[in-house]
């Protein structure tokens, strides 16, 4: 088995998409990807529901994947969103005994046990603690910003993480699907959607200067914000565009996969603006059929659009702007938002975010990667590009990590 071919699966609930890379010193290059599109009901909002059909379509995309990259794929990088996935920030600081003693490994080992026993005191053993991720250090009140302080002198040894909890039983039933299909999944290698999205979708520049990521999937939209390269929120909603979908067919009485295609076509999240300008889109008429498949009926864009924009601006100001607000004054100034999943399709959607959010805002699809065919250069595929992404840093991670033991080894025999 190839150690440097990494394959990351991104269980959404439209599709189940796969991708094995090659690490090269150059980069990452995609060797093989496959796409299984999911049918209603296997996964709703970011818990598999049809434990059956789930493993089946992981099961045909692994050996998809195996077959053009003609090896076995026994472990697999996942993405983890939905409800149940929760990122809060936590501080906590220890005495340096004896006072100004060099600070070591085991400090931080003792502040991280620390901290995760308090967030489980918290959150009850429902919950699971899958990143404990330090943001910043201080010594003696002193910044110490993301460098680990093991070597320096001090009294009192601040850390401030980003924890990273999610409900037990639904992460189970992921892991469960993977073994079936014939896979396992380390806890270590699962990474909440909205940290993937960002690596494929988002600049180093934009982390430092303070981006907000929204990944609009059809479940669950995706949320995260960096600032000074750091991640300081992260959280999953269980909206996305299905509950526009949704909206559409009850309100206008057409069938689910109808309503997604006005959506598509005809809905524009800029609608209040449009109106304002009395633009004649909003006028034309456009021939739907009704829930019973027989009937026609004329619906203007207008009308489309209006529901569209209702039911974004609930998701964005309900749920999104919450998060922006509780980062503080600091952290917006020059910050900016990068929107990406299949949701950022969404006609005039930067326009419509600009407006609600306050801030200047792209779409995202997936970069920082060799060779990718076009056909992914889509923001539905910012995922799993991006689980790639990150599981290749744990790999180079891991072989730095290795060889530095190796040196240290032949050092510890040498001296
Ligand atoms: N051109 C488009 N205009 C508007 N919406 C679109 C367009 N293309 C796709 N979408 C929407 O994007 C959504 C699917 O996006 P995506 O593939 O990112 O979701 P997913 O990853 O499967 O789901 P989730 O992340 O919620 O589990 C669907 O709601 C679909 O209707
Ligand atoms: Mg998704």
Not at 392 to 410: A, G
């Amino acid at each position: 088995m190839n150690d440097n071919i990494i394959t990351a699966l991104d269980i959404g609930t439209s599709k189940i998409f796969g991708a094995s890379a090659l690490i090269k010193d150059t980069g990452i290059e995609i060797i093989a990807t496959d796409i299984q599109n999911l049918p209603e009901e296997v996964i709703i909002k970011g818990r598999v529901v049809d434990m059956e059909e789930a493993t089946n379509a992981i099961y045909s995309v692994l050996k998809n994947l195996e077959g053009k990259i003609g090896e076995s794929i026994n472990w697999v990088n996942i993405g983890i969103g939905g409800g149940h996935l929760k990122g809060e920030n936590y501080t906590k600081s220890i005495s340096i005994e004896p006072a100004g003693r060099e600070i070591n490994e085991n400090d931080l080992q003792l502040l991280r046990r620390e901290i995760n026993s308090a967030v489980i005191a918290e959150k009850g053993p429902d919950k699971k603690i899958l990143y404990t991720t330090p943001q910043y250090y201080k010594i003696d009140d002193m910044n110490i910003k993301k460098k680990e302080p093991v070597g320096m002198h001090g009294n009192v040894l601040e850390m401030s993480v980003h924890s990273i909890t999610v409900d037990a039983n639904p992460h189970k039933d992921i892991k469960n699907c993977i073994q079936s299909a014939g896979a396992q999944v380390d806890d270590a290698d699962t990474y909440p959607h909205s940290w993937a999205s960002a690596e494929a979708a988002l600049t180093e520049e934009e982390k430092k200067v303070g981006c907000l990521l929204i990944d609009i999937g059809k479940g669950t939209t995706d949320i995260c914000f960096f600032t000074e390269g750091i991640i300081i929120a992260t959280s999953s909603i269980k909206f996305g565009g299905w509950n526009i979908d949704n909206d559409l067919s009850k309100i206008l009485h057409t069938p689910l996969n109808y309503a997604e295609e006005l959506k598509k076509n005809y809905g524009f999240a800029s609608y209040p603006l449009l109106k304002k300008d009395n633009n004649a889109v909003l006028s034309q008429t456009v021939e739907i059929i009704s829930t019973s498949g027989k009937l026609t009926k004329n619906v203007t864009i207008g009308q489309i659009s209006n529901i569209v924009y209702d039911r974004l601006n609930d998701i964005f100001t309900r749920y999104i702007k919450p998060i922006i607000m509780r980062t503080g004054e600091a952290c917006l100034a020059g910050a900016s938002t990068v929107i990406t999943g299949g949701g950022a399709k969404i006609k005039d959607i930067t326009i419509f975010s600009e407006e609600v959010l306050g801030l200047p805002t792209r779409i995202g699809i997936p970069k920082n990667i060799l060779d990718i065919d076009p056909a992914y250069h889509q923001p539905e595929f910012s995922t799993g590009i991006g689980l790639i992404i990150l599981a290749s840093k744990q790999v180079r991670q891991h072989k730095k990590k290795d060889s530095l033991q190796k040196i240290k080894r032949i050092f510890e025999k040498w001296f």
